[in-house]
């Protein structure tokens, strides 16, 4: 009774930290837009702008199109919901220790609502949507064993392939050889896993150059504000996975992912949206710092 009870209450501690996560998500990505608009010279719309464009989404009409099938409706919260489980298995900052916080179950329930999205793309039987849903394919199939070879090297530092095993302690500076590569090649992935600038622009509006928003040019209302609200969690959660598990400064966590909040904004000022075909070398080189870090430990 009292293992069940705990397990309980495990439950609940890792649930009320996804939606903890899942409200702050949006104020991250509203500082990231805040940061490039300084950056540009710009004023730049609020930190809390997100908040707002959800509500407004959230109010609208769904509109669906006689072509879409159940695929095209049932994605969007298909993604929502395993982006929020990922969440939820995150390390706990109630302080208590998680048992289902493996990180290959991790990595394939976030795959699990990128194919959901992919598929749905192309299920609205538009031009756009499946060159976007080919498009994510395309570079899942190169970010994929890129994110295996980050957690090998940490599996093989920690030796543990839990998430709350794999954290650095507070007191762990790791600036060694092979933790500053991994630092820089997830930081790399980071931004690829989240359709972000050097790989992916997420303000454009051209649709021959989007990638992530093109699969989403057909959604309307709930469902869009669903797509939106979980990519903004799955910044927050990669953002949060750096910091614990690479980020090799003896700073507190909040800090930790402030500053790299920063650092994708900043990032993203500095460089510009590259070629397709010129993202597998980009994937390629953080693939190679992995590998030289596993051989450097």
Not at 211 to 224: A, N, P, Q, V, W
Request: net charge positive.
């Amino acid at each position: 009774m009292i293992n069940m009870q705990e397990m309980l209450l495990n439950v609940l501690y890792c649930l009320g930290q996804a939606l903890v996560l899942l409200f702050v998500a949006p104020l991250v990505s509203g500082i990231v837009k805040k940061v490039k608009a300084i950056l540009q010279n710009r004023v730049g719309s609020s930190i809390f702008q997100e908040y707002v464009d959800i509500f407004k989404w959230w109010r609208k009409p769904v509109i669906l199109t006689p072509y879409t099938g159940i695929i095209f409706k049932v994605a969007p919260c298909i993604y929502f919901i395993t982006t929020l489980v990922a969440a939820a298995m995150l390390p706990n900052f109630f302080n208590k220790q998680m048992g289902f916080g493996d990180v290959f179950v991790f990595v394939y329930i976030m795959a699990l609502g990128r194919i959901f999205m992919a598929v749905s793309s192309m299920d609205a039987a538009t031009a756009f949507g499946g060159m976007g849903g080919s498009r994510e394919v395309y570079i899942a199939a190169f970010v994929e064993p890129v994110i295996m070879l980050s957690i090998l090297s940490n599996v093989i530092h920690t030796g543990s392939t839990n998430l709350s095993g794999m954290s650095l302690r507070p007191d762990e500076l790791n600036l060694t050889v092979a933790g500053v590569l991994t630092c820089v090649a997830f930081f790399l992935v980071l931004l690829a896993e989240n359709s972000r600038i050097p790989v992916d622009n997420p303000d454009t509006h051209l649709e021959l150059t989007m990638i992530h928003e093109c699969m989403t040019l057909e959604y309307s209302g709930r469902l869009l504000a669903f797509i939106h609200w979980a990519s903004q969690l799955k910044l927050l959660m990669f953002i949060i996975l750096f910091s614990l598990l690479y980020l090799p400064l003896n700073i507190p966590v909040v800090a930790k992912v402030l500053l790299s909040t920063v650092a994708v904004g900043l990032v993203e000022t500095l460089n510009n949206k590259m070629r397709l075909f010129k993202v597998r070398v980009y994937l390629a080189a953080a693939g190679v710092m992995l590998l030289l870090a596993i051989v450097a430990q």
